[in-house]
């Protein structure tokens, strides 16, 4: 029916509705309705890649003098001192006066820096600090041992003891952990420490690692797991050799020269 206008009436319009409903769908949506029932695809985010750690190196004071006259006090020699100082490995800083002990890659680009305050108890890493490049210094030449100490002044502590008896402290490779070894109870399940890994996967010659830690509880349980740990996942022999007397080797060395031992608390705070 249309109206007067020649215009289909509202009744046919309802009546080709129901028709056009009744008809088969296109060929197309035929095609495509499986589709519909699909489920979306799974958000799949992109990997986060890791950002280089930016290392914020403390200012350099002038001169060193009151780091020197610190590692003085611990008995450590002039030769180990000018060493490092020269090779940027150590330096006094601006305007705290700490001693700032500094760890390199292969390159010898800062990535970690340990500050120990002078005359107070204040110890801690520099912001963006890398642990797997603690300080650390090689051997001179070719050698296939490590000698793995707990901190800074334990390595350079050392290192005086072999020139006291006439060795030469450079023929071996020297690293210091950064902070305290703590493994899980169950052995399996711990990390060697990021430095150590880090280090022998870049001198691949070493063959031989001494645990030099210290001569406590704390210590012993630390030295027999990186042990363990070291000799079922590297081709390496692993040796524990605490210091003859004292709590550590700077003790050692103190008792040595009859310098006075460090305080325990002070001595805590540096870890």
Same mark, same amino acid.
């Given at each position: 029916m249309a109206n007067s206008e020649g215009r289909p009436t509202r009744l046919k319009i309802k009546m080709n509705i129901r028709y056009i409903s009744r008809k088969a769908p296109?060929?197309?949506? !035929?095609?495509?309705?499986? /589709? !519909?029932?699909?489920?979306?695809?799974?958000?799949?985010?992109?990997? *986060?890649?890791? &950002?280089?750690?930016?290392?914020?190196?403390?200012?350099?004071?002038?001169?060193?003098? +009151? $780091?020197?006259?610190?590692?003085h006090r611990r008995g450590i020699d002039d030769e180990l001192i000018d060493f490092c100082i020269q090779t940027s490995r150590l330096y006094e800083s601006y305007p705290y006066h /700490?001693?700032?002990?500094?760890?390199?890659? $292969?390159?010898?680009?800062?990535?970690?820096?340990?500050?120990r305050g002078i005359g107070s108890d204040f110890i801690g890493d520099a912001n963006g600090s890398d642990k797997h490049y603690?300080? #650390?210094?090689?051997?001179?030449?070719?050698?296939?041992?490590l000698h793995l100490f707990e901190s800074a002044v334990d390595l350079l502590?050392?290192?005086?003891?072999? *020139?006291?008896? #006439? *060795?030469?402290?450079?023929?071996?490779?020297?690293?210091?952990?950064? #902070?305290?070894? &703590?493994?899980?109870a169950n052995i399996e399940e711990?990390?060697?420490?990021?430095?150590?890994?880090?280090? %022998?996967?870049?001198?691949?010659?070493?063959? +031989?690692?001494?645990?030099?830690?210290?001569?406590?509880?704390t210590g012993r349980i630390a030295a027999a797991t990186i042990q363990t740990l070291l000799t079922k996942r590297y081709a390496v022999t692993a040796e524990i050799r605490p210091p003859a007397q004292g &709590?550590?080797? /700077?003790?050692?060395?103190? %008792?040595? !020269?009859? !310098?006075?031992?460090? &305080?325990r608390g002070e001595r805590n705070k540096e870890r």
């Open positions: 296109p060929p197309f949506v !035929l095609f495509h309705m499986p /589709n !519909l029932s699909a489920a979306p695809p799974a958000f799949a985010p992109a990997p *986060k890649t890791q &950002k280089e750690k930016v290392l914020l190196l403390p200012q350099v004071n002038r001169s060193a003098t +009151h $780091a020197v006259e610190y590692l /700490n001693v700032v002990f500094v760890g390199m890659d $292969a390159d010898g680009k800062p990535r970690y820096a340990n500050q603690s300080f #650390g210094i090689p051997a001179a030449a070719a050698s296939d041992t502590s050392y290192g005086t003891l072999q *020139k006291l008896d #006439g *060795k030469d402290w450079r023929s071996e490779n020297l690293l210091s952990l950064a #902070g305290v070894y &703590k493994p899980r711990s990390s060697l420490p990021a430095a150590l890994v880090r280090y %022998l996967t870049e001198h691949p010659p070493i063959r +031989h690692v001494v645990l030099r830690l210290d001569n406590d509880a &709590k550590d080797y /700077n003790d050692c060395l103190c %008792l040595r !020269l009859g !310098l006075p031992i460090t &305080k």
